[in-house]
Nanobody, 117 residues
Framework: QVQLVESGGGLVQPGGSLRLSCAASGFTFINYVMKWYRQAQGKERELVAR????????LYLNSVKGRFTASRDNTKNTVYLQMNSLKPEDTAVYYCAAGDWGRSDYWGQGTQVTVSS
């Protein structure tokens, strides 16, 4: 059974940091490109970050470049999203997904990130 379980969300003040984790099981993690998406209330879902199977290549949404860093530990079947200098506009439900560079086959249930003073 495929599972992607996100954790690490919460309430943080503007300028603060959070680290999201996504633990994967039920598929061969190392073979999959991992992604982080987010969806703010009333807005469409957007792709925030992608990380290659080895972790050597990443791609980011322009608005998070220089603030967010995706990484993965293939020994732990886990992908991370380090989020620094958070802004209120980063408030959203964050989802991890597994697939290739274009397609996302598996999805987590999401974790809420709220940036507010």
């Amino acid at each position: 059974q495929v599972q992607l379980v996100e954790s690490g969300g919460g309430l943080v003040q503007p300028g603060g940091s959070l680290r999201l984790s996504c633990a994967a099981s039920g598929f061969t993690f190392i073979n999959y490109v991992m992604k982080w998406y987010r969806q703010a209330q009333g807005k469409e879902r957007e792709l925030v970050a992608r990380i290659s199977t080895s972790g050597g290549s990443t791609l980011y949404l322009n608005s998070v470049k220089g603030r967010f860093t995706a990484s993965r530990d293939n020994t732990k079947n886990t992908v991370y999203l380090q989020m620094n200098s958070l802004k209120p506009e980063d408030t959203a439900v964050y989802y991890c997904a597994a697939g290739d560079w274009g397609r996302s086959d598996y999805w987590g249930q999401g974790t809420q990130v709220t940036v507010s003073s």
